[in-house]
C-alpha cells in the first residue's frame, strides 16, 4: 500500500515556541492531505484539509494563524503549530488520498507534541 | 449534526471468540463506511470500506456489514487473537465532502 511518512514522531518544546511537522508521500501523490489531532482515549478530529497549490481549509474552531499548513508539492504537506502552549498538547496525524483509490486515506504514524 | 458513534468504548473477550463492534451514523446517509485499526501510538491504518448498496463484505477473519435501515455498520472479526487487540475506528464521509470523520473508536482486548 502507499507509505505516508510523518515526521518528527514526537517533540518536546517550550510554551511559545513554533513546531514543524512533516508529512510525506513517498510513493505516490498527495493532491490532498488531511491534519487530524487526537487526544488521549479519543478520536481523530479532522483540523483541517491541505490542497497543494492552494489554502488550506480549516475546520470550524480550528486557528488558522495558530496552526499554518503548507503544501507545496505533491508529496508534501507541513503544518506549523505557531506559538505553541500546553493545551496544543496532542497526538498530530497526517493521512493522503491515492487518486486511483480515491475513497481510503494512507496515514501517517503520528506526531505527538508535548508543550511545558 | 452529522455524526459517528461507536457505543462501545471497550470490549474484552476471550480468545477463539467472535468479535462484534458496532457503529452508528445519525443526520446523514453516507455512500461508503469504512473501519480502521489504531495501535497506541500510531496512526489508523485502513481495513476496510463498505458501499451503501453492499450488504456484507468479508476480508480473511474480518466481516463488515451496512445495515441502511437501522443506520448501522457492525464490524466482526472471527477467530479472535491477542495479535488482534487495538482500537477499530468507524468512519464516514458526510454529504460526500470527501473528508473523513470518525467515531469514538472501540478498543478490542482479546485474552489468551
Given at each position: 500500500?502507499?507509505?505516508?511518512?510523518?515526521?518528527?514522531?514526537?517533540?518536546?518544546?517550550?510554551?511559545?515556541?513554533?513546531?514543524?511537522?512533516?508529512?510525506?508521500?513517498?510513493?505516490?501523490?498527495?493532491?490532498?492531505?488531511?491534519?487530524?489531532?487526537?487526544?488521549?482515549?479519543?478520536?481523530?478530529?479532522?483540523?483541517?484539509?491541505?490542497?497543494?497549490?492552494?489554502?488550506?481549509?480549516?475546520?470550524?474552531?480550528?486557528e488558522k494563524d495558530k496552526f499554518l499548513i503548507n503544501h507545496a508539492s505533491l508529496t508534501l504537506s507541513t503544518l506549523t503549530v505557531t506559538s505553541a502552549h500546553p493545551e496544543d498538547s496532542s497526538f498530530y496525524i497526517?493521512?493522503?488520498?491515492?487518486?486511483?483509490?480515491?475513497?481510503?486515506?494512507?496515514?501517517?504514524?503520528?506526531?505527538?507534541?508535548?508543550?511545558? | 449534526?452529522?455524526?459517528?458513534?461507536?457505543?462501545?468504548?471497550?470490549?474484552?473477550?476471550?480468545?477463539?471468540?467472535?468479535?462484534?463492534?458496532?457503529?452508528?451514523?445519525?443526520?446523514?446517509?453516507?455512500?461508503?463506511?469504512?473501519?480502521?485499526?489504531q495501535d497506541p501510538g500510531r496512526g489508523p491504518v485502513f481495513l476496510l470500506l463498505i458501499r451503501e448498496n453492499e450488504k456484507e463484505k468479508r476480508k480473511e477473519r474480518l466481516k463488515v456489514t451496512f445495515d441502511t435501515?437501522?443506520?448501522?455498520?457492525?464490524?466482526?472479526?472471527?477467530?479472535?487473537?491477542?495479535?488482534?487487540?487495538?482500537?477499530?475506528?468507524?468512519?464516514?464521509?458526510?454529504?460526500?465532502?470527501?473528508?473523513?470523520?470518525?467515531?469514538?473508536?472501540?478498543?478490542?482486548?482479546?485474552?489468551?
Open positions: 500500500g502507499a507509505v505516508v511518512s510523518q515526521h518528527p514522531s514526537r517533540v518536546i518544546c517550550k510554551s511559545g515556541t513554533s513546531v514543524k511537522i512533516e508529512c510525506r508521500s513517498l510513493d505516490f501523490q498527495a493532491t490532498t492531505m488531511f491534519w487530524y489531532r487526537q487526544f488521549p482515549k479519543q478520536s481523530l478530529m479532522l483540523m483541517a484539509t491541505s490542497n497543494e497549490g492552494s489554502k488550506a481549509t480549516y475546520e470550524q474552531g480550528v497526517c493521512s493522503a488520498r491515492v487518486i486511483t483509490t480515491n475513497e481510503k486515506l494512507f496515514f501517517g504514524s503520528g506526531t505527538q507534541l508535548s508543550v511545558l | 449534526s452529522q455524526k459517528i458513534e461507536q457505543n462501545s468504548e471497550a470490549l474484552n473477550i476471550q480468545e477463539g471468540k467472535t468479535a462484534t463492534l458496532t457503529c452508528n451514523y445519525t443526520n446523514y446517509s453516507p455512500a461508503y463506511l469504512q473501519w480502521y485499526r435501515t437501522l443506520k448501522q455498520s457492525l464490524f466482526h472479526i472471527t477467530a479472535s487473537q491477542p495479535a488482534d487487540s487495538a482500537t477499530y475506528l468507524c468512519a464516514g464521509t458526510p454529504s460526500n465532502t470527501g473528508k473523513l470523520i470518525f467515531g469514538q473508536g472501540t478498543t478490542l482486548q482479546v485474552k489468551p
